[in-house]
């Protein structure tokens, strides 16, 4: 089954000039007739790489992983945490319009009985104009 089969052209113009692929089932649209949730499901997200430093690197790399994803979960949505093999500092990459702010509030804090150095930069995205979040 191709997976476009589960997608309708919908035309919302106050939203945008294009049709864009909606997920639809039973020929009903997922937003219903909610024009705010289908504007707010379309709206760009920024994605942050968080460095963080400070961190016990004794510990194995799994439970290093999980501690940083619940120290900065209420920061936004987290899409991964990278470790290099000989850890110094980690990446966590989080989608939110202000995820670094809410991130960089927790430099100073502790992990661990640690003191954490934490730094935000924008994650590096193509710019394709033939997606919806690009």
């Given at each position: 089954m191709d997976h476009w089969d589960l997608y309708s052209a919908v035309k919302f113009?106050?939203?945008?000039d294009?049709?864009?692929?909606t997920p639809v089932f039973s020929g009903i649209?997922?937003?219903g007739?909610?024009?705010e949730l289908m504007k707010s499901y379309m709206k760009p997200r920024r994605c942050w790489v968080i460095v963080v430093a400070g961190y016990d690197t004794s510990l194995p790399a799994d439970e290093i992983k999980k501690a940083l994803t619940d120290h900065?979960?209420?920061?936004g949505a987290i899409l991964n945490v990278e470790m290099?093999?000989?850890?110094?500092?980690?990446?966590?990459?989080?989608?939110?319009?202000?995820?670094?702010?809410?991130?960089?509030?927790?430099?100073g804090s502790e992990l661990g009985g640690r003191k954490?150095?934490?730094?935000?930069?924008?994650?590096?995205?193509?710019?394709?104009?033939?997606?919806?979040?690009?």
């Open positions: 113009p106050d939203i945008c294009t049709d864009m692929k649209t997922l937003f007739d909610n024009i900065f979960r209420s920061c290099p093999r000989h850890p110094v500092e980690s990446s966590v990459i989080i989608v939110g319009d202000d995820a670094n702010e809410k991130a960089l509030e927790f430099n954490l150095v934490v730094t935000a930069r924008p994650f590096p995205m193509l710019k394709r104009k033939d997606v919806p979040f690009a």
